[in-house]
């Protein structure tokens, strides 16, 4: 149903909106248990969705990294990696 959250903390570029609103539908999609609400439920759903996205971007914000940021293509690479060593996905 839904692919995982990945951690937008600490890298450089820094999250985009784009990238803590699709967390914040991840998110709300697991909880509620489903990828598309019934009519009766889109506007709580949407409301979830927007609020979450909304505190995320605050506490993105108000962190404090004690590391230097990660960079996004190497953090990238290394989980390509480990996914075709666990054999995630096949090489052609």
């Known amino acids: 149903m839904c692919r995982n959250i990945h ?3 600490n890298f450089e570029p820094s999250a ?3 990238e803590i609103q ?13 990828t598309k609400p019934s009519k009766a439920n889109q ?5 979830a969705v927007a609020e979450i996205a909304h505190i995320t ?4 914000d108000d962190l404090v990294a004690t ?5 996004r293509e190497e953090e990238a690479a290394k989980a390509r ?4 060593r666990s054999g995630r996905y ?3």
């Open 22 to 34: 699709a967390a914040a539908l991840q998110y709300v999609r697991k909880i509620a248990g489903t």
């Open 43 to 47: 506007d709580a759903f949407d409301h």
């Open 81 to 84: 990696a480990r996914a075709e």
């Open 16 to 18: 985009t909106s784009e």
């Open 7 to 9: 951690t937008l903390h």
């Open 90 to 92: 096949a090489t052609a």
């Open 67 to 71: 590391t230097p940021p990660k960079n």
């Open 57 to 60: 971007a605050h506490l993105l």
